[in-house]
């Protein structure tokens, strides 16, 4: 007993100590100075050396070269390196396996999947990134799991399950177990009824994919209005209707649009610019597409139906993003990744980049699209998108000038999210 005693009297000191230097943590979070190097902060303006870069804990809190000497501050040199904000993929579905083997696609493969898809994305420099159609309750678990620090990897927003219309986009992979991919409705309310539902889960947003009616379509952007949430419309498709649905989104006021199809002519790349929409291209993906990568999942999706029937081809998805960009419509970076592009990812996004370069972009334009613009599209430029003070601190190091090869942005030397490093050297 004496024994026992002492060893709790022992103890007691050292855990009174252990819990006031909890209490000093909690008052004063960590920080981290980033010295030295090269800052492009996002925002489109000219490069500064040596910003003097203070984060503490998740926010950055000052750009001033002389913060380094504030004591407990750990210093990052960033000599003969750039700076630059954490890049956002706008366009994923890390829970959506197109193809591959359905024994691998059960809730619980797929959500574990999901945290590494997560991980991979900060890997290559993305902190943000924006599903816009997850299977089933799995995109609000994921969410909800992250948001309680339970999960790691890039900041994950999600749409949940596409809206759309009875046998209209995103339902075409769930004829048997519905709703997978997509939830479906019918007529204005029913519509109604499915933004309330995702607002319900917990959605970040709200993905709408043709062919909606204008009526339909209306319905659906005021009541995700109402509760301040954004939708975003997928454009294009393989119906006749879908021809339309670039005017019809853009009449009923989206706040962004999928995809680079053919959007249905100069007033309405003009109403666009009018109304501020947000335009994410996915070019890599129609690459893909015209390069008849998903031929064999569905003949409409062949190089030679999109041409023959949407008049959709190379030529004319950069003739109609070069008009969007001479009429000042904004562009934010998206992929639309799927399980398959896990493991190759940075080349997945580099590809996105440069062919917004093939389509005329230079590479400081690109990496605001990849950064502020993306923000503000998402509606969260007041917390992310650029290096500015008050901000969260999601920051990536970069070994080479991004500005002369846009390929160094994919393969970050350093990456912070949220003020902690979480690539690529030791996890913390
Ligand atoms: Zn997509």
């Known amino acids: 007993m004496r024994n026992f005693l002492a060893v709790i009297l022992a103890c007691l000191p050292a855990a009174g100590a252990g819990l006031a230097v909890a209490a000093q943590q909690a008052e004063s979070p960590a920080r981290i100075f980033i010295d030295g190097g090269m800052l492009i902060d996002g925002s489109g303006s000219e490069p500064e050396e040596n910003p003097g870069i203070l984060i503490e804990g998740e926010r950055i809190r000052s750009l001033s070269s002389d913060a380094a000497s504030e004591p407990g501050t750990e210093v990052i040199s960033a000599d003969g390196k750039w700076v630059l904000p954490g890049l956002f993929d706008l366009h994923v579905h890390v829970t959506f396996m197109l193809d591959g083997p359905r024994r691998l696609d059960d809730d619980i493969v797929n959500a574990i999947r999901s945290e590494r898809f997560l991980e991979r994305y900060q890997e290559i420099g993305v902190t943000t990134v924006r599903d816009v159609g997850a299977r089933e309750w799995i995109g609000y678990s994921l969410k909800r799991t992250q948001r309680a620090g339970l999960m790691g990897g890039a900041r994950y927003y999600t749409s949940g399950p596409i809206i759309t219309v009875t046998g209209g986009h995103g339902s075409e992979f769930q004829p048997l177990h519905p709703p997978l991919w997509a939830v479906e409705a019918d007529g204005p309310w029913e519509l109604r009824e499915r933004v309330r539902e995702a607002i319900k889960l917990e959605a970040d947003l709200i993905k709408v994919a043709p062919f909606l009616t204008q009526e339909e379509m209306a319905a659906v952007v005021d009541e995700a209005h109402i509760y301040h949430l954004r939708v975003t419309a997928h454009i294009g498709g393989t119906h006749d209707l879908d021809k339309q649905s670039g005017r019809i989104a853009v009449e009923a006021g989206v706040d962004s649009t999928e995809h680079m199809y053919p ?14 929409i947000y335009v994410i291209p996915t070019l890599g993906f129609h690459l893909r597409e015209l390069n008849d990568e998903y031929a064999a ?37 998206g992929t639309d990744s799927n399980v398959k592009d896990l493991e190759t990812i940075d080349k997945l ?36 998108g650029s290096i500015t003070a008050g901000k969260r601190a999601d920051l990536i ?19 912070i999210q949220d003020g902690k490093v ?3 050297g030791q996890r913390r």
């Open 297 to 333: 999942n569905a003949e409409k999706q062949s190089a030679g139906w999109l041409s023959e029937n949407l008049g959709h081809t190379y030529e004319t998805m950069m003739a109609q993003f070069r008009e969007m960009k001479a009429a000042g419509v904004r562009f934010a970076v």
């Open 263 to 276: 959007y249905g002519g100069p007033d309405v790349i003009k109403a666009m610019v009018e109304k501020g």
């Open 397 to 415: 190091l970069l070994s080479a000038d991004p500005l002369q090869d846009i390929s160094a942005l994919v393969y970050p030397e350093l990456v």
């Open 422 to 424: 979480v690539c690529c």
């Open 349 to 384: 996004y580099l590809q996105e980049l440069q062919a917004f370069r093939t389509a005329g972009m230079n590479n400081g334009e690109i990496i605001q699209a990849a950064t502020l613009r993306a923000a503000e599209a998402m509606g969260l430029d007041d917390e992310l």
